[in-house]
């Protein structure tokens, strides 16, 4: 996205010096360069990631009601061509430990404790992420009794809306859910927005690395950043227009 935004800022700028504008080109010149050292040099990423994640640095100490919840939220699976196998992706790992661990904790509580996988196939490799990612969690010990997939979602907001469903169903009094600090925010708004208020647990948390010489691992943060960002603007922009399903409050059936 950042590469996207940078190669179109490049192209109008040589357009621009063939066609002989030069004040024009030179400040979209002085524009890529500027964005490229602020992105590059971390700058940017900093700024965006911060502001992403610092509402969940520190990860809650749980009350554990009742009846609880544990959502895990899909990251994506990986097909392993040479095992003929699908695993969860390398972002998944974190957020899969940090499920069985609260679910852990959770069972030492003494109450009722199930974890909600949530996710499709969205890559396409021939299996949910939350049927790949249950075959993880039993390893780590979490019973295949106390497990509910959610295998039909395929996006955060799908994510949210199925397993609301299932949450009401079930008649859950604690929700927890675990994804990563940088989705955390997003997914967080849409559980709300489908009437679940939850208990957010970060799974890991994504920063920076400033340097002087450009680094293009602080391109890939921003564009993990904007991604969160453009679904936040989507989510206002659908709002406005009325496109969303009506939003339901905590408590409505």
Not at 154 to 165: G, I, L, V
């Amino acid at each position: 996205m950042s590469f996207l935004l940078l190669s179109v800022l490049l192209l109008l700028t040589i357009f621009l010096s063939f066609r002989k504008w030069k004040k024009t080109a030179s400040v979209l010149s002085f524009l890529l360069t500027a964005i490229t050292l602020l992105i590059g040099t971390g700058i940017i990423p900093k700024y965006l990631l911060e502001n992403l994640q610092v509402k969940y640095q520190e990860k809650p100490q749980i009350h554990w009601a009742s009846k609880n919840a544990i959502v895990l939220l899909g990251a994506g699976t990986e097909k392993i061509e040479t095992l003929t196998s699908i695993e969860p992706t390398f972002f998944a790992y974190s957020r899969i430990s940090e499920t069985a661990s609260q679910y852990k904790s959770c069972e030492a509580s003494q109450q009722i404790c199930n974890v909600i996988i949530s996710g499709g196939d969205a890559q396409k490799n021939g299996r949910s992420e939350a049927a790949v990612y249950q075959d993880a969690l039993l390893k780590l010990g979490v019973p295949a009794a106390d497990i509910v997939v959610e295998p039909d979602s395929m996006n955060t907001w799908k994510n949210a809306e199925f397993t609301s469903q299932i949450i009401r169903m079930n008649h859950f009094d604690h929700v927890v859910l675990v994804s990563s600090g940088l989705h955390m925010r997003r997914s967080e708004l849409y559980f709300k927005h489908f009437g679940v208020l939850v208990t957010p647990v970060r799974a890991d948390y994504m920063a920076a690395r400033p340097t002087w010489i450009p680094n293009w691992y602080n391109f890939v943060m921003t564009d993990f950043a904007l991604h969160e960002y453009i679904g936040h603007l989507r989510y206002d922009i659908y709002n406005f227009m009325g496109w969303n399903i009506q939003r339901q409050n905590p408590g409505d059936a």
